[in-house]
């Protein structure tokens, strides 16, 4: 697993969210829960898919409209190996989303910049 630290960019370059790393190293370094329920009513997913897969990408956005998300297209040059959904930490988004949708989920510090999640169409497609 690996994590970004939680921020935005600012001032020429990486501002970190104190209170959001604070909850991160709760949850990762003291075993502490979050006790919070994830919601993803409102969310911004960012929608990764490659070449060949824009009939899939209409179902995809489709679904997510469906859930209560927003949705933020991310061409990339090669279809990702496979179908998943990321999320930056802690996890309780991605789990969240990879449940309503049936896929994989896992925390990590590849999930796109600036959204809550990221949804990869691996070559497998889009479950239905």
Do not use: C
């Not at 370059?13 to 829960?33: M, N, P, S």
């Not at 990764?48 to 061409?75: C, D, F, N």
């Amino acid at each position: 697993m690996s994590l970004l630290l939680p921020g935005r960019f600012a001032g020429g370059g990486w501002a970190v969210d104190q209170e959001a790393l604070g909850r991160l190293i709760a949850l990762y370094f003291q075993g502490k829960t979050l006790g919070e329920e994830a919601s993803l009513e409102g969310r911004l997913v960012a929608l990764v898919y490659g070449p060949g897969q824009e009939a899939l990408v209409e179902g995809a956005k489709e679904r997510l409209h469906a859930l209560g998300l927003r949705v933020l297209l991310h061409p990339v040059d090669l279809v990702p190996e496979r179908t998943e959904v990321l999320e930056n930490g802690p996890g309780a988004l991605a789990g969240a989303l990879g449940r309503a949708l049936g896929v994989p989920y896992r925390v990590s510090g590849e999930a796109v910049l600036g959204a809550d999640l990221t949804l990869r169409l691996g070559r497998e497609g889009f479950p239905r």
